[in-house]
């Protein structure tokens, strides 16, 4: 009886001390320096698409996370598997009052967080911000890489990659020869091309297209300027991706038809123009919007044969 | 300013057909080059070489035929419109408020009308017709509100306060305008083509809707240019010669909300040649009324279409937004006006 006492005070005297005791962390390289992180946080707040993507990925579901661009809650492709999240901004401001209520074990931000921003999310919580150079055909995949880590889940994080990567490799042997491509958005004055090294695009170009964007786009940025209605003619290649934010993908193109100068463009005349959703496509990042925008590839190529 | 104001009136009147020609030419002349320059490929050369071919199937050059006809004819086709009714509208905007200032674009009429059509998309309409009697609704509102603000003690005997406060009318109807964008954003991608003045995309369709309104208005217009000349001699004057000051104004403020209202449901809003053309105009032929109007209609299209053809050619291959020239043209001359020793009035 005496012996099963001690037994229990035993069991309850290690249960305190592990209590009081610091989890298990791990110190993990950042754009700010080295944050320390418990070694399996469950709290998570993302601030950034790929962020709340690539914990999804990962099995862990976030408190929180940013609206998509133009939109109230977070991208239609993710809206099922996040569930019921809290969203504690817009993709341009953060409310940090309510990243700080939801009392997180961790902060996954973009790799573009302005520093102000993080001195103050740093206070709140351990913060990642990924040093990974933007605008590369592999920045998301270093991206996700950075927040499967914090997360203690890189294993996952490394499967999906590795199964994105093979699949485009897939769609890429399908390829008889590498068929132009562009990725638009319209406006009735003109077109907005993306850059070919826009997540989506770098996609594209893994699946075996070649990306072109007619030589509209500046160094550095994500897409052109409006371009001139007499200029179509540079994105008139073999295929035309556009992406449409909010309308319906086939009113958009019908409205896009509204324009004789986009109506009389070759792709259109061979109804080679693929519409997609914006929100994904020039939005987006992460290894289940890769998967998504390959599988809107792999359904256009079905189409087409 | 008085030294260009002087160079350009040479002391005394000129015959205003002679004025009205000349400007009619030049007016010619810079359509013409729309439709020979643009920000494509179709250069000068080419494009004049297609012109001359029209009717010639051998050398029938699809590309350029395309550019002029379907691109560059309908942009011009717009700028005569929207420049004339927008040159007219300013003239008599300014006679009616007897304030050389008062401006479309700057007094928040031309907000209005932006702001009408931006809720008649958000409540779902898109055909062209119901967007201009919308956007002639909404610069009636703000015709009415300058009004108002014109009998305020005080601000309507000052021009610069009278701008002020339709400074602050136009502040508030764009930020309102930009609150439904940032609520609504299945309609932000129309409404942002319609907030930024520009003739680009805009369609020969897009036109069509006007012609009875704008009709209407050049009607008016012919039938109180006089009442509007006796105006300026003061109230008691007009009076006496038999007209009524107080169903003129209405009418006036009707034919400014029809003439703006309609260029901004074609164009989109496009400050400042409200006010450029009938300072020119004035410069010209004097300040008579009946003779500033005639001199509106080429005056008008020769800032739009001219301020068009450089919004094409700056940067390529892509375009500067239409408001964006008009105003740098246009603020050098407000200053101007502004900087005057003695405000002119009307």
Redesign the interface.
Known sequence: MTSLRHLCMATAGIAALSATLPANAKSLETAFGTVEIDDDPTRVVTLYTNALDSALTAGVAPLGAVATR???GVARYLSEQAGDIEIVGTPRETNIEAVAALKPDVILASPRLPEAQYDLLSHIAPTVVPDVKPYQMDSWENEARVYGEALGRSDAIDDAIAEVNAKAETLSEHQNDSPSASLIRW????ALVMAPQIFSNTLLSKSGFAVDD???VKEGRPH????????L??IDNDWLFLAT???EGDEAYEAAK????FE?LDVVQRDQVVTVDGQLWTSATGPMAARAILDDIASAMDTAQ | MRVLTHCLSFGKPRSLIGLWLGLSGLLAAIALLSLLYGAGDVGPARAWQALQNLGDAASYDSEAHFVIAELRAPRLWIGLVVGAALGIAGALLQAVTRNPLAEPGLLGVSAGAAFAVTLAILWGADTATLRVSVAQLGALGGCLCVLAAARLQGIGSDPIRLILAGAILSGLLHSLSSLILLYDQHTADEIRFWVVGSLAGRQLDDLVPLFPTLGVAALLTILLARPLAALALGEHVAIGLGHHPRVVRLLVIVVVALLVGGATAAAGPIAFVGLVVPFAARALAGPDIRRTLWLCLPLGPIVVVSADIVSRLVVPPSELPLGVLTALIGAPVLIGVVRGRRLPTL
């Open positions: 133009g939109g109230d406006m009735p004055q003109g007619g030589g509209t052109s300027d409006p371009l001139s209605l007499e200029n003619s540079r934010l909010n309308a509204q324009s004789p100068a009389r």
